[in-house]
Nanobody, 123 residues
Framework: QGQLVESGGGLVQAGGSLRLSCAAS????????MGWFRQAPGKEREFVAA????????YYADSVKGRFTISRDGAPNTVYLQMNSLKPEDTAVYYC????????????????WGQGTQVTVSS
């Protein structure tokens, strides 16, 4: 069974930066699209960014476009989310996910999920 483990979350002031990592293990995810989602208290889980298995195609939510960058490294099978110019409304638990399908913003197309990492942005 595959496993995804997120790291890199924390507390940061508005305008600051964080880099999230998602380490995949237990199986190969090299042919999987990877995505980041987030969930704030009292809100539904929402799409943040996704990257194709090749790393060529990327897709961002409008709310993070121009501020966040998703990337992946086939060895050691890790996906990153570089978050710059952070805002208080970015505060949420961030989840990494893997999909055997093409790149998508639909969480139902993702079959593996990490446990999440907390990101808190203070004003």
């Amino acid at each position: 069974q595959g496993q995804l483990v997120e790291s890199g979350g924390g507390l940061v002031q508005a305008g600051g930066s964080l880099r999230l990592s998602c380490a995949a293990s237990g199986r190969t995810f090299s042919n999987y699209a990877m995505g980041w989602f987030r969930q704030a208290p009292g809100k539904e889980r929402e799409f943040v960014a996704a990257i194709s298995w090749s790393g060529v195609r990327v897709y961002y939510a409008d709310s993070v476009k121009g501020r966040f960058t998703i990337s992946r490294d086939g060895a050691p099978n890790t996906v990153y989310l570089q978050m710059n110019s952070l805002k208080p409304e970015d505060t949420a638990v961030y989840y990494c996910a893997a999909s055997p399908h093409s790149i998508s913003d639909d969480p139902s197309r993702y079959t593996y999920w990490g446990q999440g990492t907390q990101v808190t942005v203070s004003s």
